[in-house]
């Protein structure tokens, strides 16, 4: 590269692949994502096992019948799995960071960083993760019945589909993240992808696996139809992934959007407060005018409120879903914004270093916020009171959980985290795209642990008495958040240069 000569698109991909994996060791946080990493490998073992239990289930119920082969009943679920796979992206997978500043003056051709990033979003094993689900299934169903090269051209038009899914997550993942009314995109395309259930006058769940049994009939016998399908959606999702990301990435790189001056209001109602008045009076505004943290606060109401009405009115979840989704409705902040905590006020820092306790009253003010936020997904989650799926002791014994021991454990990430994170740039920023593996572990903990405490105290105290438990629990943690509050400042303080030190290297 040093020689002025273009390299090949294969010599930049492999090259780049290399200096993205550089970038993750050198990076700050690389020694705590090695803690998190372990998390992370148990988890997505964990959802190895799960699959390949659920294979089995399956392919016995695919050897049991007669009305369709293994392969066309695997693919008449292919909508679900793809549904499942694509939504579940959003939780687990962020779009490749497009670090692509550093390499604009070098010989490098228009599309080379973009193509590079596809590349790898493509080949990741993070989408071979379903092979877990297909393998097994069929060894047991199509292997002994339709042989070896059947069963393998099977097993690669599920994972072409898989990659396809991947690319139109990583589309739309881009689009939603500029405007939010590209959600109406998503949910159309969803609609589309179920149409047969539901339009037609033969409509049915029956016509469903139908119309994608098609597929699972041509696969196995490697049809030039159906595989020369699937490509050429791959192809089309590959293009226009290149443009729309290479717009979106130069657009941001070269400053095209405009600023709109805005009138924002000066929110004395938190004068009262004294100090922690004026630190509330910052997140306020950091929502309003950051662009980043303004996206992550109204994708969490929106899940909020999507998943409230799901809660209420629907008869699709079980009581232990049901039990998930209502912590997690009240958990959401803290999981999209809390944990972040200090990862963009690191853009700044060295300011909040200047005067003492400065920072011990951010993480008051933070606490106070978003506990006072619990009571709008309250508010919404109330017709499960009333259709009787959960009680109104219940719900108010996990908003106090939550606001306790839940948002006291996103709150001790203040300790540890060192990484900033861009308040506005979203695709060229250094920080902007990465992931935290150990922020993921406390997120897959402050959802898992309250749901163990859900099932254990009623085991104990009955149901009433559990939820009393829960609610002193609780409320002992919401009490005395001043002693683990300074406490966390405490330990900040003793870890400061390291903290600084890394919040300056990755701006």
Same mark, same amino acid.
């Given at each position: 590269?040093?020689?002025?000569?273009?390299?090949?698109?294969?010599?930049?991909?492999?090259?780049?692949?290399?200096?993205?994996?550089?970038?993750?060791?050198?990076?700050?946080?690389?020694?705590?994502?090695?803690?998190?990493?372990?998390?992370?490998?148990?988890?997505?073992?964990?959802?190895?096992?799960?699959?390949?239990?659920?294979?089995?289930?399956?392919?016995?119920?695919?050897?049991?019948?007669?009305?369709?082969?293994?392969?066309?009943?695997?693919?008449?679920?292919?909508?679900?799995?793809?549904?499942?796979?694509?939504?579940?992206?959003?939780?687990?997978?962020?779009?490749?960071?497009?670090?692509?500043?550093?390499?604009?003056?070098?010989?490098?051709?228009?599309?080379?960083?973009?193509?590079?990033?596809?590349?790898?979003?493509?080949?990741?094993?993070?989408?071979?993760?379903?092979?877990?689900?297909?393998?097994?299934?069929?060894?047991?169903?199509?292997?002994?019945?339709?042989?070896?090269?059947?069963?393998?051209?099977?097993?690669?038009?599920?994972?072409?589909?898989?990659?396809?899914?991947?690319?139109?997550?990583?589309?739309?993942?881009?689009?939603?993240?500029?405007?939010?009314?590209?959600?109406?995109?998503?949910?159309?395309?969803?609609?589309?992808?179920?149409?047969?259930?539901?339009?037609?006058?033969?409509?049915?769940?029956?016509?469903?696996?139908?119309?994608?049994?098609?597929?699972?009939?041509?696969?196995?016998?490697?049809?030039?139809?159906?595989?020369?399908?699937?490509?050429?959606?791959?192809?089309?999702?590959?293009?226009?992934?290149?443009?729309?990301?290479?717009?979106?990435?130069?657009?941001?790189?070269?400053?095209?959007?405009?600023?709109?001056?805005?009138?924002?209001?000066?929110?004395?109602?938190?004068?009262?407060?004294?100090?922690?008045?004026?630190?509330?009076?910052?997140?306020?505004?950091?929502?309003?005018?950051?662009?980043?943290?303004?996206?992550?606060?109204?994708?969490?109401?929106?899940?909020?409120?999507?998943?409230?009405?799901?809660?209420?009115?629907?008869?699709?979840?079980?009581?232990?879903?049901?039990?998930?989704?209502?912590?997690?409705?009240?958990?959401?902040?803290?999981?999209?914004?809390?944990?972040?905590?200090?990862?963009?006020?690191?853009?700044?820092?060295?300011?909040?270093?200047?005067?003492?306790?400065?920072?011990?009253?951010?993480?008051? #003010?933070?606490?106070? +916020?978003?506990?006072? *936020? !619990?009571? $709008?997904?309250? @508010? /919404?989650?109330?017709? =499960?009171?009333?259709?009787?799926?959960?009680?109104?002791?219940?719900?108010?014994?996990?908003?106090?959980?939550?606001?306790?021991?839940?948002?006291?454990?996103?709150?001790?990430?203040?300790?540890?985290?060192?990484?900033?994170?861009?308040?506005?740039?979203?695709?060229?920023?250094?920080?902007?795209?990465?992931?935290?593996?150990?922020?993921?572990?406390?997120?897959? #903990?402050?959802?898992? +642990?309250?749901?163990? *405490? !859900?099932? $254990?105290?009623? @085991? /104990?105290?009955?149901? =009433?008495?559990?939820?009393?438990?829960?609610?002193?629990?609780?409320?002992?943690?919401?009490?005395?958040?001043?002693?683990?509050?300074?406490?966390?400042?405490?330990?900040?303080?003793?870890?400061?240069?390291?903290?600084?030190?890394?919040?300056?290297?990755?701006?």
């Amino acid at each position: 590269m040093g020689n002025g000569k273009r390299m090949s698109r294969w010599e930049t991909i492999k090259t780049l692949r290399r200096h993205s994996s550089l970038s993750e060791e050198r990076h700050p946080a690389f020694a705590q994502n090695k803690v998190g990493k372990v998390f992370a490998y148990i988890m997505f073992g964990l959802c190895i096992f799960y699959l390949m239990f659920l294979s089995v289930p399956l392919a016995l119920a695919a050897n049991g019948q007669h009305q369709y082969t293994a392969s066309e009943l695997m693919f008449g679920m292919l909508p679900f799995i793809l549904a499942v796979d694509f939504y579940f992206r959003f939780f687990l997978q962020q779009t490749p960071s497009q670090a692509i500043k550093p390499y604009v003056l070098l010989p490098l051709g228009k599309y080379a960083c973009i193509d590079s990033f596809i590349f790898n979003s493509v080949t990741g094993t993070g989408n071979l993760i379903w092979q877990a689900l297909f393998i097994p299934y069929a060894i047991m169903s199509i292997l002994f019945v339709e042989g070896f090269w059947n069963t393998l051209g099977f097993l690669l038009a599920c994972q072409l589909c898989i990659s396809a899914n991947s690319l139109w997550y990583m589309l739309a993942r881009t689009l939603v993240n500029k405007k939010y009314y590209w959600w109406l995109l998503v949910l159309a395309v969803t609609a589309l992808m179920f149409s047969p259930w539901y339009i037609g006058h033969d409509a049915s769940f029956e016509r469903l696996c139908e119309t994608y049994a098609v597929i699972g009939e041509g696969a196995p016998h490697w049809s030039p139809l159906v595989f020369g399908g699937i490509l050429l959606v791959i192809a089309l999702l590959v293009a226009i992934n290149r443009r729309v990301q290479y717009d979106s990435v130069y657009a941001e790189l070269s400053k095209t959007e405009t600023t709109k001056i805005k009138h924002v209001s000066q929110l004395r109602q938190f004068e009262r407060f004294g100090e922690v008045g004026e630190y509330l009076k910052l997140e306020v505004k950091s929502i309003m005018r950051n662009k980043n943290i303004r996206k992550g606060f109204i994708s969490a109401n929106i899940l909020i409120l999507c998943f409230s009405l799901a809660i209420s009115f629907t008869d699709v979840y079980g009581s232990g879903m049901t039990k998930f989704l209502v912590v997690y409705n009240f958990a959401i902040y803290g999981a999209m914004l809390l944990v972040k905590v200090m990862c963009y006020e690191g853009n700044y820092i060295d300011c909040l270093m200047v005067h003492k306790e400065n920072i011990l009253q951010l993480l008051k #003010a933070k606490y106070f +916020l978003y506990s006072t *936020l !619990l009571l $709008l997904p309250m @508010l /919404l989650m109330l017709p =499960t009171v009333f259709m009787g799926k959960c009680s109104l002791l219940m719900l108010i014994a996990i908003m106090l959980l939550v606001a306790g021991p839940v948002h006291a454990c996103f709150l001790y990430m203040a300790i540890i985290n060192k990484q900033t994170i861009p308040l506005n740039t979203k695709f060229i920023g250094k920080g902007s795209m990465e992931t935290s593996f150990l922020q993921v572990a406390v997120e897959i #903990a402050a959802f898992t +642990l309250p749901l163990l *405490l !859900l099932n $254990l105290m009623p @085991l /104990l105290f009955g149901q =009433t008495g559990g939820a009393i438990a829960l609610m002193v629990l609780g409320l002992a943690f919401i009490v005395t958040y001043r002693f683990w509050i300074r406490d966390i400042y405490r330990r900040m303080m003793k870890r400061r240069y390291e903290n600084l030190e890394g919040f300056h290297a990755s701006r």
